[in-house]
């Protein structure tokens, strides 16, 4: 969360939180720079503005019980909360002093060194919300952010925020709405079909970020006009030469057409150490990949490409006729889908 931008009355929240600024406005939330005056530390405050709940949980409520479930240094803290009361909602988060990936990319294109500590550490961010069935479903540039370096000579320290639309796969009395969200501009093409979020959902999104942090341009336009969303199922986005061919690989790779195809968020994370320069990356709990493991990985895909190439002939006709459905305006789409609804640009 970069500089403060708006100054407001001092508040104190809970006898220990005292707003300084307004630093992020959504849709439903704002977000405010405060100090906690019991630690004497800033901290970042997200309050709710209305409760627009689906089902007995409120948004509020499942961002919650979904950050205090994760630990990780690519994903921001959640320190305290209040929900569930007729009093104002927020949550309590680590305030990280630096801009948006967004931000950073208004100056243009970054050096590819940097992009591939980025896909890094949000690949492995996205490993460890994967790991416990949670699906981020709005990974983007204004989700990104980026943290001062520990040490001179270092990249900013990627940070993942806004796990307010998260699906929870594990859980159906939780917060698991299968319902078609995410900004339009990074939407995976099984997202604007309908189908239920999954991690390789996650992993496409973080594809099309990491081409657009290396050519400063969006794959995609943002609009969620019909037409717009189907040039995302009319085939993958164009990839130029001048990436490089490793990155042109990967990219590729993580936004294949079929989901079932792409890679996983841990081998993004090997893919990324590798364009970064680094060996041997390690897994979450501190071991490194064995080659013989990554061999059996290599074998297990070329398997599954190779019992894909039937059904993706079928996937491809299905594409064409939602395509067709969704740019002639047709109020019945194709059966066995869904034309969404999309959120452009879903609020902090």
């Not at 627009?52 to 959640?78: C, F, K, N, W, Y």
Request: proline share 10%; aromatic share 4%.
């Amino acid at each position: 969360m970069s500089a403060p931008t708006e100054a407001i009355d001092p508040t104190l929240l809970a006898g220990r939180y005292r707003l300084r600024s307004r630093i992020g406005v959504g849709g439903m939330a704002d977000v405010h720079l405060a100090e906690d005056e019991t630690l004497r530390r800033p901290v970042a405050v997200k309050m709710v503005r209305s409760h627009r709940g689906t089902g007995p949980r409120t948004r509020v409520s499942d961002e919650m019980a979904l950050l205090a479930s994760l630990q990780h240094p690519s994903i921001v803290t959640l320190y305290d909360a209040r929900v569930g009361c007729a009093e104002t909602e927020f949550l309590v988060m680590e305030y990280v002093d630096g801009p948006t990936l967004a931000d950073r990319l208004d100056g243009g294109p970054l050096p590819a060194p940097e992009v591939a500590a980025v896909t890094m550490q949000l690949a492995a961010a996205l490993r460890a919300a994967h790991a416990r069935g949670i699906v981020h479903r709005d990974v983007k540039p204004s989700n990104v952010l980026l943290a001062p370096a520990e040490l001179p000579g270092q990249p900013q320290r990627a940070k993942l925020t806004d796990f307010g639309i998260a699906y929870y796969r594990d859980d159906p009395t939780g917060p698991s709405r299968p319902e078609v969200m995410g900004t339009a501009a990074y939407l995976a093409p099984e997202q604007v079909r309908g189908a239920e979020p999954s991690p390789a959902g996650d992993v496409y999104s973080l594809g099309l970020v990491a081409l657009e942090a290396l050519t400063g341009r969006r794959a995609f336009p943002s609009s969620d006009d019909p037409s717009a969303l189907a040039a995302r199922l009319a085939g993958p986005p164009e990839v130029p030469e001048s990436v490089g061919r490793r990155w042109a690989r990967l990219i590729r790779w993580m936004t294949s057409p079929d989901p079932r195809t792409r890679p996983t968020a841990d081998e993004v994370v090997a893919a990324a150490a590798a364009l970064a320069g680094q060996r041997r990356p390690v897994h979450a709990d501190g071991r490194a990949p064995s080659a013989v493991g990554g061999r059996r990985a290599a074998r297990r895909r070329t398997r599954r490409r190779r019992m894909l190439w039937g059904s993706t002939a079928v996937a491809a006709v299905a594409a064409v006729a939602v395509v067709g459905a969704l740019i002639s305006g047709v109020a019945s789409p194709v059966p066995g889908t869904t034309v969404p609804v999309v959120v452009s640009e879903p609020g902090p």
